[in-house]
């Protein structure tokens, strides 16, 4: 078994050049996809570059705004967005902090195909394979006064 750390004592600072306020650490990097952790301090920015993979940003903790293409938009803990590839994209908070886990999937690896069960959970012992429901779910409603937000809970506004 092998453990990969990543966190608080094993960052360093990251990102494209222009990066401010940023560090991380690769938990996982082979022919199929650069897995990172990134942590936003307040202000931090990645600013938009582009990348020939497509990317999954994924907030763990925290908060901030991230821009694809010319759409610019708020992001919070426990929301993701896809990232295409060869679209400028970028990264940054104001008030908050934030932590993400950034997963960059090549196309330089084996067939999609290959690495995926098509929805359906894998047989344990004599267990008939039960097919995977899809979550159903939206975002809360956002506050619409300014006076009504909760900076305490790490979002932006």
Same mark, same amino acid.
């Given at each position: 078994?092998?453990?990969?750390?990543?966190?608080?004592?094993?960052?360093?600072? @990251?990102?494209?050049?222009?990066?401010?306020? +940023?560090?991380?650490?690769?938990?996982? %990097? @082979?022919?199929?996809?650069?897995?990172?952790?990134?942590?936003?301090?307040?202000?931090?920015?990645?600013?938009?570059?582009? %990348?020939?993979?497509?990317?999954?940003? +994924?907030?763990?903790?925290?908060?901030?705004?991230?821009?694809?293409?010319?759409?610019?938009?708020?992001? %919070?803990?426990?929301?993701?967005?896809?990232?295409?590839?060869?679209? @400028?994209?970028?990264?940054?908070?104001?008030?908050?902090?934030?932590?993400?886990?950034?997963?960059?999937?090549?196309?330089?690896?084996?067939?999609?195909?290959?690495?995926?069960?098509?929805?359906?959970?894998?047989?344990?012992?004599?267990?008939?394979?039960? $097919?995977?429901?899809p979550a159903m779910g939206s975002l809360a409603q956002r506050p619409d006064r300014r006076e009504d937000h909760d900076e305490t809970e790490g979002? $932006?506004?």
């Amino acid at each position: 078994m092998e453990i990969r750390r990543f966190g608080p004592g094993n960052r360093r600072p @990251d990102g494209p050049p222009g990066t401010q306020g +940023i560090t991380g650490q690769v938990i996982w %990097n @082979d022919e199929r996809a650069n897995i990172s952790e990134l942590a936003f301090a307040r202000r931090a920015l990645i600013v938009p570059h582009s %990348n020939p993979n497509t990317t999954l940003f +994924i907030v763990v903790s925290g908060g901030g705004w991230v821009q694809v293409g010319d759409e610019r938009v708020p992001i %919070n803990h426990g929301e993701a967005v896809v990232l295409p590839a060869g679209v @400028d994209h970028g990264a940054w908070t104001d008030g908050s902090e934030m932590r993400a886990i950034v997963v960059e999937l090549s196309d330089r690896g084996p067939a999609v195909g290959d690495l995926v069960l098509d929805g359906l959970a894998r047989a344990v012992a004599d267990e008939p394979v039960t $097919p995977v429901t899809p979550a159903m779910g939206s975002l809360a409603q956002r506050p619409d006064r300014r006076e009504d937000h909760d900076e305490t809970e790490g979002e $932006p506004w």
